[in-house]
């Protein structure tokens, strides 16, 4: 069971860090990946991080903003975020898959947690 947690209301310029923790699942065996969902918007790919934190990539809009990181000694994978802007207001989601994606647009991860609710005022 995956949980995002982290989430709430900053304003433009802000910043956030989203953390992601699982109970009967080591993380460590997975590639992991942050989504989110803006009101009215379909789910889009934010970022994906390999299996030990060597690798990363993120979607154009958050290049440079937002850095992803994970502890696999405290099973927790993290999203920090830097210079929010309003239409970073989503729904945030961590996802877990075993294979790291070759395109994080296509990609559909087997195992996805509850989101956490970031607001991003002007």
């Known amino acids: 069971q995956l949980q995002a947690s982290g989430g709430g209301l900053v304003q433009a310029g802000g910043s956030l ?11 460590s065996s997975y590639v992991m990946g942050w989504f989110r969902q803006a009101p009215g918007k ?3 790919f ?3 991080i390999n ?3 060597s690798s990363t990539s993120y979607t154009e809009s958050v290049k440079g903003r937002f850095t992803a990181s994970r502890d ?12 929010l802007k309003p239409e ?3 729904v945030y ?5 075993r294979v790291y994606p070759l395109y994080g647009d296509n990609w559909s ?11 991003v005022s002007s």
């Open 17 to 27: 860090r989203l953390s992601c923790g699982a109970s009967g699942r080591t993380l």
């Open 42 to 44: 379909e789910r889009e």
């Open 46 to 48: 934010v970022a994906v």
């Open 51 to 53: 299996w030990s934190g």
């Open 72 to 83: 696999n000694v405290m099973n927790t994978v993290y999203l920090q975020m830097n210079s």
């Open 88 to 90: 970073d207001t989503a």
């Open 93 to 97: 989601y961590c996802a877990a898959d």
């Open 109 to 119: 991860p087997d195992y996805w947690g509850q989101g956490t609710l970031v607001t």
